[in-house]
């Protein structure tokens, strides 16, 4: 099992700022995938950005150039940072984790943009 702790979300006017966290804690393995999704109401959840444990990274066209996504592998840790935030950025934010064929997701927390 794998638990999944997110923080960082929060209210921010259009063209700000916010760093988002998650930490996982459980039977971790080496080789895994982390990342972020996010679900707007009345939306399907929609991916973000993932990151390997060996660095590699995918993003959402709608989010490039404005996030970047890192991880501290010592830490088990994954980070989101969001700039130039924008009202269509509003969602509720869900840390993910994907390792061995098995998936696990953050309880989720919300991003608030407004214009």
């Known amino acids: 099992q794998v638990q999944l702790v997110e923080s960082g979300g929060g209210l921010v006017q259009a063209g700000g700022s916010l760093r988002l966290s998650c930490a996982a804690s459980?039977?971790?393995?080496?080789?895994?995938?982390m990342g972020w999704y996010r679900q707007a109401p009345g939306k399907q959840r929609e991916l973000v950005a993932i990151?390997?444990?060996?660095?590699?990274?995918n993003y959402s066209d709608s989010v490039k150039g404005r996030f970047t996504i890192s991880r501290d592998n010592a830490k088990n840790t994954v980070y989101l940072q969001m700039n130039s935030l924008k009202s269509e950025d509003t969602a509720a934010y869900y840390c993910?984790?994907?390792?061995?064929?098995?998936?696990?997701w953050g309880q989720g927390t919300q991003v608030t943009v407004s214009s």
């Open positions: 993910n984790y994907v390792s061995l064929g098995r998936r696990y």
């Open positions: 990151i390997s444990s060996g660095g590699n990274t």
């Open positions: 459980g039977t971790i393995f080496s080789i895994n995938v």
